[in-house]
């Protein structure tokens, strides 16, 4: 089974040796998604929340450059470096799965890159 890469302009560029997602027969896996601004590459967002809705855009972008959709999406995680942001991220992120949303794991983590408060990864299907 080849791999592709699939990358976008109206993501972030990844700031590290690694690709935005990768497609491996009908799966893509996205790599993680922090709060970055595509144009400037900075951070956007004061609050997990604020950060959380760039996050999504950015998934979206990511996905959309694939051919997909949120609704494709079969797994995600979401990574918090503070616990206590759960119900305001999960508000967030929920917006995008109105119905039938995927499997998902929320776990807690010391810090993220760039200062970050959240990133979530993805995995889409294609079929």
Do not use: H, W
Request: glycine share 8%; charged share 20%; with cysteine.
């Amino acid at each position: 089974m080849a791999k592709e890469i699939v990358a976008t302009t109206l993501a972030p560029a990844a700031i590290g040796p690694y690709s935005q997602a990768v497609r491996a027969g009908e799966f893509v896996f996205l790599s993680g998604q922090i709060a970055l601004d595509p144009a400037t590459g900075e951070m956007v967002g004061e609050t997990a929340a604020e950060q959380a809705e760039r996050v999504m855009e950015n998934i979206g972008a990511v996905l959309a450059a694939a051919g997909l959709a949120f609704s494709q999406v079969v797994k995600s995680t979401i990574y918090l470096t503070e616990l206590a942001d759960f119900a305001a991220v999960n508000q967030v992120y929920g917006r995008r799965f109105p119905a039938e949303p995927p499997a998902r794991a929320t776990v807690g983590v010391r810090e993220l890159p760039r200062g970050a408060k959240v990133e979530i990864e993805v995995i889409a299907s294609a079929c």
